[in-house]
């Protein structure tokens, strides 16, 4: 019989996956659209901030909370920047109302 260890890591991975997506649902940007951008380099970047988070206590609150302003990402992000461009631009799919 073999046993599977639970490896923290991969929770974490996870989570801050599920996170993004949130954040990215919130915010009305595509995740698809947004990841074809720049060969899917500016996605793996915005990957790699939010696995490396030290605000991802934040970020749940932001994302639990129903009256946060989705109009711009929180400041508090480190990839407000990034995702606000991608607001910008209305990397939505076509016919997907914001």
């Known amino acids: 019989m073999t046993t599977t260890m639970k490896w923290p890591q991969v929770e974490h991975v996870k989570r801050q ?3 993004m ?3 990215l649902d919130r915010l009305g940007i ?3 659209v947004a990841a074809q951008r720049g060969l899917g380099t500016l996605f793996a970047r915005a990957s790699r901030n939010c696995l490396s988070c030290p605000v991802s206590d934040k970020c749940r609150a932001w994302l639990a909370d129903p009256a ?3 109009t711009q990402p929180p400041a ?3 990839n407000a920047r990034l995702f606000g461009e991608w607001q910008r ?3 939505r ?3 997907r109302p914001h």
Request: aromatic fraction near 4%.
């Open 17 to 19: 996956a599920r996170q």
């Open 21 to 23: 997506g949130m954040m």
């Open 30 to 32: 595509d995740a698809v």
């Open 68 to 70: 946060a302003d989705t």
């Open 76 to 78: 508090f992000c480190p």
């Open 89 to 91: 631009a209305r990397l």
């Open 93 to 95: 799919r076509p016919g």
